[in-house]
């Protein structure tokens, strides 16, 4: 989701229109349970797996301090097969193999600019397959379709993985790698400021090792079990109001695990960090909602607060909110969000016991409408 990855964050706004009865407007009020969980769906279990492999995924700062900002993160696959940042070559290889989850997080060392100089740049991608034969043939291939593709490449040895298939091009201040492990194959692209091999080789060494110790307990799902993976067992999507279908989808229906979630964030690490700090246990993604769960009720209301003072873009101002529901803050946009598709020119927080839901609309009247009734949804948990 790497549109979608930018810290999604309110700012405060209070008040009311002095109705004492609430206006909920065409939505729901309350908890609309569904039956996406219920019946097998590899869609579904593809999405799991792929949101497995993004609790795994590393931090590049952990192999470059200088490494520290988010430039988004996707899911891989889907129904349809492979998605994503991968190169045309590989996507057409990969179009002939079953591709069972994937999950890709990208990071530099300055925040994305239309000259992309003096550039560090990792991206890691996990690819999950049936098995570790597979999973071999898979990287093999996509080796391959990389020299056809370009027949400036030169192969490149990494002592500490002789397995791993790297290659790139003399001059060229990039290299790609590729690791079977189990029946995963770790993709790494490497880039820094000067076409200095030794750096570049260090650099993507560093990165399978420390990727590969953050999956040595990890057990790949099996083809056979796929379609019963459950995206959301503790029941937190429908604490949202319902305002579409009930599609497991990566951007408009899912649950993502706390590391998952930093991954899209500005500074994954150090927004992890902190967000552990606060007591983030998991968020949901409904549509144009979304539901961070805390450890307890004073986690969630540090968290919200956190959330409306919290430095955004495009940044908020306060303004009236919903009447007679002290636990939601509204704000307006001050400038269009010029880089998202979804609504985002109003958006409302809501604090209700150890949850804490935003919702978004490009309507004021509308937003106002919709937190109150997810007010009155969350508050069937209360």
């Known amino acids: ?60 700062s952990s192999v470059d301090p200088d490494l520290k900002v988010g430039r988004g993160s ?10 994503g940042p991968n190169s045309g070559p590989h996507h057409r290889v990969l179009d002939r193999y079953q591709v069972t989850g994937g999950f890709s997080a990208l990071a530099a060392n300055k925040p994305y600019d239309a000259a992309e100089t003096s550039k560090k740049f990792l991206m890691v991608s996990l690819l999950a397959f049936p098995d570790e034969q597979t999973a071999t043939a898979a990287a093999g291939d996509m080796e391959r379709s990389d020299f056809e593709f370009n ?16 290659h790139w091009r003399p001059g060229v201040p ?25 750096a570049l080789t260090e650099m993507v060494t560093s990165t399978l ?5 953050a999956l040595e307990t990890f057990t790949p799902t099996p083809v056979s079990e796929l379609a019963s993976l459950r995206l959301d067992p503790d029941g937190l999507l429908p604490l949202l109001v319902k305002t579409g279908d009930y599609t497991p989808d990566d951007n408009d229906f899912s ?27 998991a968020v949901a993604y409904s549509h144009n909602k979304v539901l961070y769960r805390l450890r307890d009720a004073g986690g969630a209301t540090d968290f919200a607060s956190y959330l409306t003072g919290a430095h955004t873009t495009p940044e908020y101002v306060p303004m009236r909110g919903v009447a007679h529901r002290r636990g939601i ?36 009247t509308d937003v106002r409408q919709l937190a109150a009734a ?7 948990k209360r």
Not at 35 to 56: F, H, I, K, N, Q
Not at 177 to 194: C, D, G, H, M
């Open 174 to 198: 990039t290299v790609g790698s590729l690791l079977q492990w189990k029946s995963l194959v770790i993709q790494v692209f490497a880039e820094r400021e000067e076409a200095d091999l030794g």
């Open 151 to 166: 027949s400036d490449n030169v192969p490149v040895t990494l002592d500490a993985y002789p397995e791993a298939l790297n």
């Open 255 to 281: 649950v993502y695990g706390v590391h998952t979630y930093a991954t899209t964030r500005d500074t994954p690490a150090v927004d992890f960090e902190a967000d552990q700090r606060r007591g983030l246990l």
């Open 329 to 364: 803050t509204c704000g307006q946009a001050t400038q269009p969000a010029t880089q998202r598709i979804a609504a985002r020119r109003f958006r409302c927080v809501i604090t209700s016991g150890a949850y804490v839901a935003v919702v978004y609309s490009n309507v004021d």
């Open 209 to 213: 090792r420390q990727q590969l110790a």
């Open 74 to 83: 996707t899911v891989l696959v889907d129904y349809e097969g492979v998605t």
């Open 374 to 380: 997810q007010d009155s949804v969350l508050a069937e």
């Open 1 to 60: 989701m790497a549109a979608f990855g930018s810290t999604l964050l309110v700012t405060a706004g209070c008040g009311g229109n002095g109705s004492t009865a609430p206006d909920y407007g065409p939505y729901p009020h309350e908890r609309i349970d569904g039956d996406y969980d219920t019946r097998p769906s590899l869609a579904r279990g593809l999405l799991v797996e792929s949101l497995r492999l993004g609790e795994r995924v590393l931090y590049a």
